[in-house]
């Protein structure tokens, strides 16, 4: 295909993804995705918009072409898991796209419900939820794998230069999206469906962090529900459920 055409449906693709972002479900929007030309449409929708807000890339590269039957079963199927994962208490959740420009599922928790100030052990209430999510969500959906992933604001710490601030709030955020992996796993979640847990300190805000409203919203630990290569497998044979 020439690079004027793969690019020019690629952008058609998104021209109808966002004109119908307030209409369309995952079923749809997998359709979509799923009838672009497969995986070729996919990579480049999955490169510009297979990101989420602080820019980590989900998922990773399937290595086959996703139909339009199949981006439908993989957008259905994440409608369920997105429903599931909406029961659980003192979580946003959303529809985001994964590295190959299918739907995934984004939770948000603001870490302030999972730790205490400057902590990294997870407190009572969070146990309660995560056990729940690892319950009715990753154990009824052992095709979705999982990305933990860990942020802070920027405040400094006492008696530290900014450049160890810094550092340790990288080490904060991964000791936090560790933790997080530790209790699933500790409640029965399958040690291959988490793929990751990576803290990025600072890193990637989503406010502004010159206010205590801003910092509330960056210093959150996200986790994410995409496609694993078996889910696609699956949807390509038409056998997903």
Do not use: W
Request: proline content about 1%.
């Amino acid at each position: 295909m020439k690079k004027t055409q793969f690019f020019a449906i690629a952008m058609a693709a998104l021209v109808v993804l966002a004109s119908c972002g307030g209409t369309m479900n995952n079923t749809k929007k997998g359709g979509v995705i799923g009838g672009g030309s497969g995986a070729a449409v996919g990579a480049l929708i999955g490169g510009l918009i297979g990101k989420n807000a602080g820019g980590a890339l989900i998922g990773a590269g399937i290595g086959a072409a996703v139909g339009t039957g199949a981006g439908v079963l993989i957008g259905k199927k994440m409608d369920k898991a997105k429903a599931a994962a909406a029961a659980i208490e003192n979580a946003q959740v959303e529809t985001v796209k994964d590295a190959n420009g299918l739907d995934a599922v984004k939770m948000t928790f603001d870490s302030g419900i999972l730790f205490t100030t400057g902590k990294s052990m997870l407190s009572k209430d969070a146990m309660a939820n995560l056990t729940k999510f690892t319950n009715d969500v990753l154990k009824q959906f052992p095709d979705c794998d999982v990305a933990i992933q860990g942020y802070t604001d920027n405040t400094g710490f006492r008696n530290s230069t900014p450049e160890e601030s810094y550092q340790k709030n990288i080490k904060l955020s991964q000791d936090r999206a560790d933790a997080v992996k530790s209790f699933l796993l500790a409640q029965g979640a399958d040690v291959s469906q988490i793929k990751s847990s990576v803290g990025y300190g600072e890193n990637s805000p989503v406010a502004d962090n010159s206010t205590a409203e801003g910092k509330a919203q960056n210093r959150r630990v996200e986790i994410y529900l995409y496609a694993s290569e078996a889910m696609v497998n699956a949807a390509n044979a038409g056998t997903l459920q």
